[in-house]
C-alpha cells in the first residue's frame, strides 16, 4: 500500500504519506502556544502521521490574521514552539512543520466564535497591508498599499522566523501562499494592482513568492526541506488560475523548493466553489505532471482508501487531511487496520493496536488496567 509507504523530503524521513493539515485554533496568547496548542499537536505527534503541521505561523504583530493567532517574530513564541517540538522529539514518530504566513489584508480579524470579520482599530485591532489598496469585501477597511521598503521588510522578516524556527528545533517549514492570505494576494490579479516590479505580469506578481522563499532557504538547514501551500484556482474567472500555479511551481522548483501543498479558493467572496470528495486532486495532479516536486493533495479526503487510491494512481505524493483528523486524531491507525498494513505505535499506546485486544494486559508486567 503506497499511502503507508516512506517517503524522503531532503534530509527529512517520513514513516507514511499522511500529512495533518494545518488547522488554525485562534487560541494562542499574544501569538504565544500554551496548553492547548502542545495537546492539540501532541496527540497529532502520537496518532501515526508521517508529517504534522502547525497551524499558519505569523511572521509580524500587523501580519496576524486575529490577535490569537500563532505566530514566531518574538522570544516568548520561539520558546512556546521549541516546547512542542521538544514533545514531537522525545513521543512522537511524525515530524514537525510550522506554516510561515502574513495575512495582509485579512489581518485584525475577529476569532470565528467573536463572529468573525474585521477587528477595527477603535476596537483594538491593527493597520492591515497589501499589496495593492483593495479591500477583502465592503465592510472590511481598505489595507495600505505596500511601499516597496515595506516589501522587503516583510520578506525579511520570513527569514528572521524561519532562524527562529530552526532554534526551536522545527523538522520542516511550509510557506503560506493559498486562501487569500498575503503571497496569494500577490499572485492574483483580482488583488494586486501594482505596476511596478511586484505587479502587472505573472513573473511580476510571482516575485514576492520567489524572493520570501529564497530569504528562507538563504537561513534554513540544507538539510531541512521547505514546502510551499497554493492555491491553484481563485475559482473566479480572471483571477489566478492552474496554469499560473504550474509555472510558480516551475520557478520555485529551480529555486530548490522541495514539495507543493495544493489547495484552493480564498482569496475572493465572489468565488465559486465545487465541492466534493477529494474535489482538489485534480490540481495536484496537474503540478505533479509537470514538474518532478512531491505533491501534497488536500481537500475532502476522508477515507483510507480514497486516500490510497490518490496515491497509488499517481495524483499525488502525499495526503493531507484537517476535519478528518479533527474527528479522529488516530486516523492513520484506522487507515492502517483497514489497509491491512502494520504501523507503529508510540509504546505507551502498543496495546491500543486492534492485534493486541484479546487478553490486552493478562501477561504484560505489573497490574496493567486496559480499560
Not at 38 to 61: C, D, I, Q, R, W
Amino acid at each position: 500500500m503506497r499511502l503507508f509507504q516512506p517517503i524522503a523530503l531532503r534530509g527529512l524521513e517520513l514513516d507514511n504519506r499522511i500529512v495533518v493539515a494545518p488547522m488554525t485554533q485562534f487560541s494562542a496568547d499574544d501569538g504565544v502556544a500554551g496548553d492547548w496548542h502542545l495537546m492539540h499537536l501532541g496527540k497529532f505527534a502520537v496518532g501515526g502521521a508521517g508529517l504534522v503541521l502547525a497551524e499558519s505561523t505569523y511572521v509580524t504583530p500587523e501580519g496576524r490574521n486575529t490577535k490569537a493567532c500563532l505566530s514566531i517574530y518574538n522570544d516568548a513564541q520561539e520558546h512556546a514552539i521549541k516546547r512542542i517540538a521538544d514533545f514531537f522529539k522525545q513521543y512522537g514518530h511524525a515530524k514537525f512543520g510550522v506554516q510561515l504566513n502574513h495575512a495582509g489584508r485579512k489581518a485584525s480579524a475577529r476569532e470565528p466564535w467573536d463572529g468573525g470579520g474585521p477587528l477595527h482599530i477603535a476596537d483594538g485591532g491593527y493597520e492591515t497591508v497589501a499589496p495593492s489598496d483593495v479591500p477583502l469585501d465592503n465592510d472590511w477597511p481598505t489595507p495600505r498599499a505596500l511601499a516597496i521598503c515595506d516589501i522587503q521588510d516583510i520578506i525579511s522578516s520570513y527569514g528572521e522566523s524561519a532562524q527562529r524556527a530552526n532554534r526551536a528545533d522545527v523538522d520542516h517549514i511550509e510557506i503560506h501562499g493559498a486562501h487569500g492570505y498575503l503571497i496569494h494576494q500577490f499572485l492574483s490579479p483580482l488583488t494586486n494592482q501594482r505596476s511596478d516590479a511586484y505587479g502587472g505580469s505573472p513573473a511580476n506578481r510571482m516575485r514576492f513568492l520567489l524572493e520570501a522563499f529564497e530569504a528562507v532557504r538563504h537561513v534554513w538547514p540544507d538539510e531541512k526541506p521547505i514546502g510551499v501551500r497554493f492555491s491553484a484556482t481563485d475559482w473566479v474567472p480572471g483571477g489566478w488560475d492552474v496554469a499560473d500555479m504550474v509555472q510558480a511551481a516551475k520557478s520555485l522548483e529551480e529555486l530548490g523548493i522541495d514539495y507543493v501543498h495544493v489547495s484552493s479558493g480564498g482569496l475572493s467572496r465572489e468565488q465559486q466553489i465545487i465541492v466534493g470528495p477529494a474535489f482538489q486532486t485534480r490540481f495536484a495532479a496537474a503540478v505533479k505532471t509537470a514538474t518532478k516536486l512531491p505533491i501534497i493533495a488536500v481537500g475532502q479526503i476522508f477515507t483510507a482508501l480514497q486516500a490510497e487510491t490518490i496515491i497509488a494512481t499517481g495524483q499525488a505524493d502525499m495526503v493531507a487531511l484537517g476535519r478528518a483528523m479533527l474527528y479522529n486524531p488516530n486516523w492513520p491507525y484506522q487507515a492502517a487496520r483497514e489497509l491491512g498494513i502494520e504501523t507503529r505505535y508510540p509504546r505507551q499506546y502498543v496495546r491500543g493496536n486492534p492485534k493486541r485486544w484479546g487478553g490486552a494486559g493478562l501477561n504484560g508486567p505489573g497490574n496493567l488496567d486496559t480499560g
